[in-house]
């Protein structure tokens, strides 16, 4: 694909190709990574489309730096991203925390492939799911999507970067090996179609200007180095004027905001798909790829005479509790299937709160489940 | 003296680019750190650099404080992260100045590997290194610069490890400006500071000080005077010395100097205008 315009039309795209097309599309401007399975075709497409679009693609010496120029570019003022995989993901930990608390706009992309540790790096796993939304020390929201084909990689990306700018955090776009190494049509729609969020900046003057007295929203403007505003930050608790205070007051007045901005503002964060959620008796709950083949053990169920709702998580942090806790009160059952030994089910039995079984269908990771095993989970769910 | 002078005193050429409001530090009696950062200001100062546009990053660590008390764009970001964190900036913003100010625990231990791929990449920034023998922090533990049996509280007994010859580690992965002072040089230094801000590149200088309170009281120099004149007496000036040869041991002489300077494509590439 070559440059300039915004590239609208149709493309038979890789997710990860998809992915990159989607953080240019977003604005884009920085890149910094380090190779690794299976996300390596987004930094090797940014790599080759950035510098088209006057940005900048820098491969660092790890993951740990590559989150650290990741920070440091969205305070130089451009939209940055990386991607990685579950070992680097591992190693970006500790600068998302240092994203979170400097309240830093960015994306992270974690094609999930099956672990713990090395494990099966050509092969798919969703066994990052609560690594997203715990893997840094201390309290903290975030958010994390979660894509379930490559069109949706470039939709969701775009919106990664909005919410990010949005909420000042980074956001987390949790896709697997599967999506990113999937062909699939992507349509790029025309520029003006692409709703892009841009950064609020501060509209004071410059001496009046503290890093983080928030607006209504909880969120504060944004200054950018360089600007005259001569600001401080810090990864130490700090007050309204970014300065280190070390205080349980100004802890929990902080970090309560952190938190407060990201899940007081759920509702109009959280996304889902459902499907004949109205009348069902058991719902299918889950997400990425693991919902994609849980449509056919769905359908299959249908076919036999059983009511079975599908409820896709396309935001999976903030997790989408009032809405289980509300199809809970109606349903025997939800059945979630996903790559791992449990993660997200945990959080759909906790929405639930005994109202409805939860019934976890694990898969360890390195294939997709057989949907057949879906639908056997579903035939028990409703005896 | 009465208290009304000491107010009139109290202000200082260098206000205009601290955080007074932030002052006192939090620096031990003795502690070279004030002085290197006087001299970084100072030289900052003199740099003619649009301040609006200097910005200083630093790591975790005593030294990693300093951004904290300049009034710059200033970030204090993760431990050993400074330098890929102003890559990042820098990359961003080719316009702005970046000066990363930070000690030699978090630039040569948890931030080893990102020390020689900045300087191998020749990123056009301008880094600080305060390696004051131990992590002072968090109570005088051994470090990758403690010479050879110096004492700390993890090697009571000496340490056994060699240590960093950081300049020659510096300057072996790429960095076309290298250059070491101690805090007993301050006018040396600040020159020297200001030759590495207009460097275009990765111009780096160590600076050894005295951290009284652990390293030096754990290795019988127990007052930041008495380190400082260790330095006075046994540094020798040796301008591009062979850094195989600039090893700092216990007791040792410390060879300081500029000891690097030359010129080498740098990123981010300069935008090139009308073939120029």
């Known amino acids: ?383 | 003296m009465k208290i009304t002078e000491i107010a009139r005193i109290g202000e200082h050429p260098l206000d205009e680019m601290l955080r007074t409001d932030r002052l006192p530090h939090i620096w031990c009696p003795g502690c070279g750190l004030g002085t290197i950062l006087g001299a970084t200001l100072r030289a900052i100062n003199k740099s003619g650099l649009d301040l609006d546009k200097t910005i200083m990053v630093s790591g975790i660590g005593c030294t990693g404080r300093a951004a904290g008390y300049v009034k710059l764009d200033s970030f204090h970001v993760t431990h050993g992260r400074a330098l890929p964190f102003a890559t990042g900036l820098k990359f961003a913003n080719p316009d702005l100045k970046v000066v990363v100010f930070s000690g030699d625990g978090d630039m040569a231990a948890i931030g080893g590997n990102h020390l020689i791929h900045a300087a191998r990449r020749n990123v056009d920034m301008t880094v600080i290194c305060v390696n004051n023998f131990n992590y002072g922090m968090t109570g005088g533990q051994m470090g990758p610069t403690t010479p050879q049996s110096g004492k700390s509280t993890t090697s009571r007994s000496g340490n056994v490890e060699k240590p960093f010859n950081i300049p020659y580690l510096v300057g072996a992965a790429g960095a076309p400006f290298v250059a070491r002072w101690t805090t007993a040089h301050i006018r040396q230094m600040e020159r020297t500071f200001l030759e590495a801000i207009h460097k275009k590149g990765f111009s780096f200088v160590e600076v050894i000080s005295p951290c009284p309170t652990y390293y030096g009281r754990m290795n019988e120099q127990a007052t930041g005077l008495e380190q400082m004149r260790y330095y006075r007496y046994n540094s020798i000036v040796k301008h591009y010395a062979n850094l195989e040869d600039v090893d700092i041991t216990l007791g040792g002489q410390i060879v300081v100097g500029k000891f690097i300077d030359y010129n080498r494509p740098y990123l981010p590439a300069p935008v090139i205008e009308n073939g120029k």
């Open chain 1, 1 to 383: 694909m070559t440059s300039e315009n915004q590239l609208p039309g149709e493309y038979f795209l890789s997710g990860d190709e998809a992915c990159a097309e989607g953080a240019i599309a977003a604005g884009c401007r920085f890149f910094a990574g380090y190779p690794i399975t299976p996300a390596t075709e987004i930094a090797e497409t940014m790599s080759e489309r950035l510098p088209e679009e006057g940005g900048t693609y820098v491969q660092m010496e790890d993951e740990l730096g590559s989150m650290a120029a990741v920070l440091g570019a969205s305070w130089g003022g451009l939209k940055a991203m990386t991607a990685t995989s579950g070992p680097g993901f591992s190693l970006m930990m500790e600068n998302i925390g240092l994203g979170v608390m400097l309240e830093t706009p960015c994306v992270v992309v974690d094609m999930q492939r099956a672990g713990p540790s090395t494990g099966l790096p050509t092969m798919t796993g969703q066994g990052d799911m609560m690594q997203a939304r715990w893997g840094s020390h201390g309290p903290y929201s975030i958010i994390a999507l979660s894509p379930a084909s490559p069109q949706e990689l470039f939709d969701l990306t775009i919106v990664a970067f909005n919410l990010s700018e949005k909420y000042r955090v980074p956001v987390l776009v949790m896709s697997e090996e599967s999506i990113g190494h999937m062909y699939e049509k992507v349509t790029i729609p025309p520029k003006e179609k692409i709703e892009i969020i841009p950064r609020r900046k501060p509209n004071i003057p410059a001496k009046e200007y503290l890093p983080y007295v928030p607006d209504d929203d909880m969120v504060p403007p944004m200054a950018i180095a360089g600007e005259g505003y001569r600001f401080h930050v810090t990864g130490l608790t700090h007050d309204e004027r970014g300065y280190p205070i070390m205080t349980a007051e100004v802890q929990g007045k902080l970090v309560k905001r952190l938190v407060d901005k990201i899940e007081k503002n759920s509702s109009a964060i959280i996304k889902v798909e459902e499907d004949s959620i109205e009348g069902a008796d058991i719902v299918v709950c889950s997400y990425g790829i693991s919902a994609r083949v849980a449509t056919i053990a769905v359908q299959k169920a249908r076919a036999i005479g059983l009511r079975v709702g599908m409820l896709r998580l396309i935001t999976v942090w903030p997790f989408p509790l009032e809405r289980i806790r509300e199809i809970a009160k109606n349903i025997k059952a939800f059945v979630v299937p996903e790559i791992n030994y449990g993660q997200i089910s945990l959080e759909v039995e906790r929405a639930a709160a005994g109202k409805a079984k939860t019934i976890l269908v694990p898969h360890m990771g390195g294939a997709v489940h057989d949907p057949e095993t879906i639908l056997e989970a579903i035939k028990q769910a409703v005896i």
